[in-house]
């Protein structure tokens, strides 16, 4: 019982470490498929960002996520695919129609997961608006 305990408990502290307030440059968490594939997504954003006032938008070209392995495995969820789809379809909109609205839709798919999810990472993420 309270190897159980202690289980669920050890998986909850994964969690909060992983979607905990985080310091921008910091990214505490090494262990996930997931975590490492929001990384990338975030650095892509913020690359793709600067360039738009630049003559050559950099396209973010997401691919798929569903698949990679979270920290935890209480961030499986029915409507998380779904989701995870309407960001993919929202990067490839902007993509094709590259412009601060389109990309800030993008944005907004990301914050309204996160806000069901994992709040910690809110903040990197509102910043990209
Ligand atoms: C479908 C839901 C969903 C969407 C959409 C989503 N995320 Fe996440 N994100 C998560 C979950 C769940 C985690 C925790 C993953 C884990 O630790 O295994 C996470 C983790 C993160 C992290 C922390 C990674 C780390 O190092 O621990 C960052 C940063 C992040 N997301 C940024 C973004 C950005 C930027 C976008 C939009 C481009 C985005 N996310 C879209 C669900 C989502």
Redesign the pocket.
Known sequence: MNYVRNCFFFFYL??II??GN?DPKR???E??????A??N??D??IKTKLSLNQSEIIP?R?TSFNH?????TS?KSDW??P??D??INN?KYFDNNPSLETFQT??N??Q???E???P??LV??KK?Y
């Not at 262990?31 to 490492?36: I, L, P, T, Y």
């Not at 990679?68 to 935890?72: E, G, I």
């Open positions: 994964i969690a992983s979607c985080q990214f505490p968490n262990r996930s498929e997931m975590a490492v929001m990384r997504m975030t892509a954003m973010l997401f990679n392995k979270f920290t935890d961030f998380f695919a989701m995870a309407v960001l990067a993008v944005v798919t990301c309204v997961c996160h069901k999810t994992c910690g990472p990197q993420i990209l």
